[in-house]
């Protein structure tokens, strides 16, 4: 047994892994454990020399590509002058208020404040809260039910999880919790009836919401949750005219809406915020990943300002806003996400997001829109995905038990890609980092090209 192979046993002794078939990992029969060792630009690198491009940026995270020396510098810096204080009772940092007055500048809406955690969960964990809290300091304290939609994923705590809307989250687990309603999602591919245009379709959507907020009574709905992209669902962009028909709704029933950027935020769908792509003015905001490009764990509410002044006008009455944590705020985290969002602001990623992301959408549909088992083509800025179906005629899927997307996801693996398996349907996802530039694009379609070939 060499090295790797010591820790990798290490590893299957003592890791208890997300997402991860446990019993096989355990004894060995499952998954090996794959160290990864490092990574430069889009490339990562595993302990045995094997590379491999990261089509998905981590988990959609590592937006400005891996190995850039200045954040790491910046972290370095922060924790030698300061690794921690608390952010309680007024306490900050130049990185802080310097982050918090860019996020404010940089966001969709009129957010007014920015409240600071560690991950996409917590955020919206935390949003919850805001939109209980919110209704009863107005003297509205049945209003709060949260809406969410199918196959939307909003972390997986017992909040975030309750709203994330694909049960195998929910399953032996208690969730979800009471409270939360489920809409539809919005993929016209499946969804549309026989000659349904997009904006039909949206409209539907729309209105199912509004008989689904009226059926509960509006008195009793605080808000209502969505991704401006869905994501995790399966990379699914809204069809036209979807956020202006829901926004509509929402107004009318004074619910507030929650948008969950916690994918699309800081570039990935071409423009700063997904917000910003469709129009969207949310009540409030959740960031994480690319706020630091994952260089280190840090997450933000952006809170909007209706929801603010209700909060501060009511502490003479209630006192202070008892919600936080130990690490809210933590300075490194704000050294990091400052120094990750100039890379975003002087490279320009979003826009290059938006010219690289059109590539490789028409380099995918080019490729395999002919392909007999090839649904749909879609994707928006650097997000994409390619759906897999049995009959492409008549709209069939596979078998869930013949695993396409798993098996071209693993093939692609064994020549250089990572390419996620989405866990709904059989889709292959791509949310490459987004300085991958177009050589880097063509050899991804390449891999995918032989992947498809290989398992069909
Ligand atoms: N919201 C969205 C849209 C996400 O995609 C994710 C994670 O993928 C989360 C929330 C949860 O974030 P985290 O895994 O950091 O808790």
């Known amino acids: 047994m060499d090295h790797f192979d010591a820790i990798a046993e290490l590893d299957r002794q003592s890791v208890l892994h997300p997402f991860t078939y446990l019993k096989g990992h355990a004894s060995g029969e499952g998954p090996v454990p794959v160290i990864i060792e490092g990574a430069k630009g889009v490339r990562i690198r595993d302990a045995r020399g094997h590379e491999l491009i990261d089509g998905f940026a981590g988990l959609y995270c590592v937006n400005i590509g891996y190995g850039r020396t200045e954040v790491a510098e910046a972290i370095a810096r922060q924790a030698y002058k300061l690794a921690y204080y608390h952010s309680y009772a007024g306490h900050t940092t130049e990185e802080l208020a310097r982050l918090s007055d860019r996020l404010l500048r940089m966001a969709p809406g009129r957010m007014s404040k920015v409240f600071y955690g560690l991950s996409g969960s917590d955020a919206n964990e935390t949003q919850a809260k805001l939109v209980w809290y919110y209704n009863n300091l107005r003297g509205k304290p049945a209003k709060k039910k949260i809406i969410a939609r199918e196959r939307g994923y909003h972390g997986c705590s017992v ?45 539907r959507r729309a209105d199912e919401l509004e008989a689904l907020i009226l059926g509960e009574g509006p008195g009793t709905v605080g808000a ?92 003479d009455r209630v006192g202070p806003f008892s919600h936080g944590y130990t690490y809210s705020g933590h300075p490194i985290g704000a050294a990091a996400a400052n120094a990750a969002l100039d890379i975003v602001e002087r490279e320009d990623l979003a826009g290059k997001a938006a010219t690289r992301g059109a590539y490789l959408l028409q380099r995918l549909t080019q490729e395999f829109q002919q392909s007999p088992i090839v649904g749909e083509i879609r994707g928006v800025g650097m997000l994409a995905a390619i759906e897999f179906v049995a009959d492409r005629a008549h709209k069939t899927r596979f078998d869930p038990a013949l695993k396409v997307g798993p098996r071209i996801s693993q093939a692609a693996r064994e020549r250089g890609l990572i390419a996620r398996a989405m866990p ?33």
């Open 159 to 203: 909040i975030a999880g309750s709203m994330t809307g694909m049960n195998f989250y929910h399953d032996h687990m208690d969730l979800p919790v009471s409270g939360i309603l489920r809409t539809g999602v919005p993929h016209h591919y499946w969804g549309a009836m026989p000659g349904e245009t997009e904006q039909e379709f949206s409209q």
């Open 224 to 315: 209502f949750i969505a991704e401006p992209v869905l994501g995790t669902g399966g990379i699914i962009p809204p069809p036209a005219g979807y956020w202006a028909a829901i926004q509509a709704v929402l107004r009318r029933y004074d619910v507030l809406l929650i948008a969950d950027e916690v994918i699309c935020g800081f570039g990935r769908v071409g423009t700063p915020f997904g917000s910003h792509l469709y129009g969207i003015e949310p009540d409030l905001i959740s960031v994480a990943k690319g706020l630091t490009s994952a260089y280190i764990p840090l997450s933000a509410c952006l809170v909007g300002e209706k929801v603010y002044a209700v909060i501060e006008e009511a502490t």
């Open 424 to 456: 709904h349907g059989d889709i292959l996802g791509f949310a490459p980092p987004l300085v991958m530039n177009e050589g880097e694009i063509d050899e991804m379609v390449d891999i995918t090209r032989a992947a498809l070939r290989q398992v069909t």
